[in-house]
């Protein structure tokens, strides 16, 4: 299974020998919503922000994220939702 790495919300874990920060909820959990939607976690999305040096505006990337992509089961949509509402949502 795959984890997401420098999450805000994290757990240790010892991995090839190594303590790593990772996510609370894993790439592939399958989790039930509020609403009663089955939904699996795709990714977690890097959050980027826009810099100005030098006259020269470029965007940063930081690691960690407090967005998941997530697909809905039932008909296959794909869409973003916070991990505000994932932390807590039963397995399914």
């Known amino acids: 299974m795959l984890?997401?790495?420098n999450p805000q919300r994290f757990t240790f874990r010892e991995i090839g020998g190594i303590v790593r920060k990772v996510g609370?909820?894993?790439v592939g959990a399958i989790l039930?919503?509020?609403a009663g939607t089955k939904i699996?976690?795709?990714?977690w999305i890097p959050r980027d922000y826009a810099t100005r040096q030098g006259g020269v505006y470029t965007t940063k990337r930081?690691?960690?994220s407090h967005m998941?992509?997530?697909r809905r089961l039932s008909d296959n949509l794909v869409f973003s939702i916070s991990?505000?509402?994932l932390v807590n949502a039963p397995e399914a």
């Open 3 to 5: 984890h997401q790495y």
């Open 32 to 34: 039930r919503l509020p």
């Open 24 to 26: 609370a909820v894993p």
């Open 62 to 64: 930081i690691a960690g």
């Open 40 to 43: 699996r976690v795709e990714a």
């Open 83 to 85: 991990g505000v509402f």
């Open 68 to 70: 998941a992509q997530v």
